[in-house]
Structure formats: C-alpha cells, structure tokens
C-alpha cells in the first residue's frame, strides 16, 4: 500500500518531497535545451531564496525525503563523544535534529541561507531538541563558518559545489573544528566510471538543469578532495537501501 507515503499522519509521509518533485519534472522537459546550450535552465537561487513559494516547497521537499532515510542514514554516522555539530548546508536541518535526539547531550548549529534556515526554524520549533539547536545565517561559500566544533555534518549539498570549489569549503571547514575532530561528507556519489548507482547518475543530470556547476562526484573524488584540504584517515560507508553515501 502507498498510504504510508501519502498520509499526513504518517512519519513517512512523502508529500511534501513529491511536491518538490512537481517543480523538478518540468525542467527535464527541457532537458535537450540545456544540452544544446550547456546552461541550467532555471537559477539555483529560485529555490534558495530568490522564489519564496519554491524555496518553502524544495526545503520541505527535502525534510520528507529525509525522514524517510533518517532511519537508514542516522546509524553510519557516529558522534559518540561530540558536544557541538556544525550543520554546514544545513536545509530544513532533520538529521541534525534526529542526531540530536540519538545524543541527548549534542548542541546543534544549523548553517545556511536566511531565507532556508526560516523555514528549518519553524520545523525545529516545539521538537524535544529545540534548546540544543542553535541557527547561524550565512552563505558557506562566501561566509566565515562559526568554530569550535567537535564535528560537522555536509549533508546533501555537495552535488551543488565543482571540485576546486569543494576543495575551498573542506579547508574553511577544516578550520571551523576542534583538532582531532570528524567531518560527515554525506551525499549521493557515483562509481569511477560515473555509471552506477543509477539514481545518482540521473540526479546529476538533473542537477544539470539548475546548476552551472552542480554535479554528482565519484567517492575517489571525494577523498582526493578531502586530503587536499588536509583531512585524514577518510573511509566509506554505503548504508543498505538509501542514495546518500558517507565519508
């Protein structure tokens, strides 16, 4: 039955994430424009701010996906012994909050966009995490990232960075930690040959359509990207039955 995906009352619901979908199904239509051209047809920032309605609609979509993944993802990342997490690309900030309530004594900051983190304020409000989560409006790309951090958790955000990009926010996010801290690269990342998983390849054609840069990386890009910004001892985990792998 679809019912548990289609209900309100239902922790998986879907709808939200379908909606968000609506928006994405009819930019492939134009899909041979944009490979003609070699540019999106539609700017980023109508989802990051620049359209309110689309904004609100993408930022939910993505807090319904991720309530259905939680379940899966939350196990592979550890931060037994943390006391503050930094949420770098924050969005709605649902795994922040589900690790949150994993670890009773982890602080939260949530950072992203003004317009983004608005909307992620109205989902932390009333949670039982609420007085540990704290949110930092910003830019990662322009913007000084706060410090002092145990670890921090880049969460479904890097198929919007190129690689010399990528590289430029794991050294600003290298400086945001403690020493001997973690960083979380979680995403969805693609075989050497850029043909498997499937979805992954096909969510990076459709990051294509909204991005000038947007792609989906290889995980021997990832931690080639990693050591050049200076981190250490990278590893992978590839959770069973969800798109986003770790390092």
Not at 26 to 31: A, F, I, S
Not at 36 to 51: I, N
Not at 208 to 219: A, D, H, N, W, Y
Request: a neutral charge; one cysteine or more.
């Amino acid at each position: 039955s679809a019912s548990p995906f289609l209900k309100r009352s239902s922790p998986t619901c879907l709808l939200d994430a379908l909606r968000f979908n609506a928006d994405l199904y009819q930019l492939w239509g134009r899909l041979g424009t944009c490979v003609k051209e070699g540019k999106p047809v539609l700017p980023p920032t109508a989802h990051l701010g620049e359209d309110p309605a689309r904004t609100r609609r993408f930022a939910l979509g993505m807090h319904s996906r991720a309530l259905a993944m939680a379940p899966v993802l939350i196990p592979s990342i550890d931060l037994k012994g943390c006391a503050a997490l930094l949420d770098v690309g924050a969005g709605p900030g649902t795994f922040s909050r589900a690790l949150a309530e994993k670890y009773p004594k982890l602080k939260v900051t949530l950072f992203d966009l003004a317009p983004v983190l608005d909307i992620a304020r109205e989902l932390t409000r009333e949670t039982p995490v609420e007085a540990r989560v704290t949110f930092h409006n910003g830019d990662y790309r322009r913007d000084p990232l706060p410090g002092g951090f145990d670890a921090v958790l880049y969460c479904g955000a890097l198929h919007q960075e190129e690689p010399e990009g990528a590289r430029r926010l794991f050294e600003k996010i290298l400086h945001s930690m403690k020493p001997g801290g973690a960083l979380h690269v979680v995403d969805m990342m693609v075989s050497a040959d850029r043909t498997e998983p499937t979805f992954s390849v096909l969510f990076s054609l459709n990051m294509m359509l909204i991005s000038p840069q947007g792609r989906v990386f290889t995980e021997d890009e990832v931690r080639r990207l990693l050591a050049k910004a200076g981190f250490e001892n990278a590893t992978e985990l590839k959770p069973e039955g969800c798109p986003y792998w770790v390092v």
